[in-house]
């Protein structure tokens, strides 16, 4: 049974920072791209961060760039999302995900966590 389990969400003032934790089970990790999806009240579910298998290529959301990163240990089973420079507008449930391509589209993406809440207070 795949699992994909999240972690590291909070309550942070704005300019703070969270890392997030995806750990993985029940599935080869390393054959998997996985991403971060997010989902603010009222609002559709919307890409946040992608990672290639190896790790070699990363995809971030224009919204993100330059203060969140993707990264994932294979040998852990653990993918990992570093927020920085956080915003009020950051705040929303986040997501991991995992497939068997390379996206930036929900609908592309096979398995998911349950979710994790970041809050950024103003």
């Known amino acids: 049974q795949v699992q994909l389990v999240e972690s590291g969400g909070g309550l942070v003032q704005a300019g703070g920072s969270l890392r997030l934790s995806c750990a993985a089970s029940g599935l080869s990790f390393s054959s998997y791209f996985m991403g971060w999806f997010r989902q603010a009240p009222g609002k559709e579910r919307e890409f946040v961060a992608a990672i290639s298998r190896d790790g070699g290529t990363r995809t971030v959301a224009t919204s993100v760039k330059g203060r969140f990163t993707i990264s994932r240990d294979n040998a852990g089973n653990t993918l990992y999302l570093q927020m920085n420079s956080l915003k009020p507008e950051d705040t929303a449930v986040y997501y991991c995900?995992?497939?068997?391509?390379?996206?930036?589209?929900?609908?592309?993406?096979?398995?998911w966590g349950q979710g994790t809440q970041a809050t950024v207070s103003s």
């Open positions: 995900a995992g497939g068997r391509y390379y996206s930036t589209k929900a609908g592309e993406y096979d398995y």
